[in-house]
């Protein structure tokens, strides 16, 4: 599944890779499956949580827990197959974290780690591909402006 890009109807290797381990762990029986979706659905909303709170928006513990409890989460969480939203969001979520790190501190080894997030989001489902273009949102409406040098010239890889 990593090197045949026809073996899955979609290329989410690492999504692929995740159904494979928990196969080998509990098999057929859904229980393990739909644990495994709700632990990524809770994790997605701490994640959602550290980066409401170090962009310092206002009531960040309810819109993680409104995003935590929301009915529209339903079907990615207990669907099997929809195990790509709850994992790709927590890698999306992560790389946006580590990102934010990294544009405080400008140390190479956050935007190394927001990288590799970002590649692992992309092995599990192609809308991670929005986390450039969602961050540079972020900033201009943090700061009124995008600055090319500061802003956009670290994104270029991941363009």
Known sequence: MWTDFG???????LLHTAFWVEHQLWGNAAAGYHLV?????GLSAVLLL????RLEIPGA???AALFALHPVHVESVAWISEQKNTLSLVFYLAAALAYLRFDEGRRR????QASGLFVLGLLTKTVVA??????LVVFWWKRGRIAGRRDVAPWAPWF
């Not at 073996?7 to 290797?13: I, L, V």
């Not at 080894?109 to 190394?112: A, E, Q, R, T």
Request: charged share 15%; aromatic share 14%; no cysteine.
């Open 7 to 13: 073996a899955t109807q979609q290329y989410y290797p």
């Open 37 to 41: 979706n709700i632990l990524l659905h």
């Open 50 to 53: 550290r980066i409401l709170r």
């Open 61 to 63: 513990a309810f819109a």
């Open 109 to 112: 080894k956050d935007y190394l």
């Open 130 to 135: 929005t986390l450039p273009a969602a961050l």
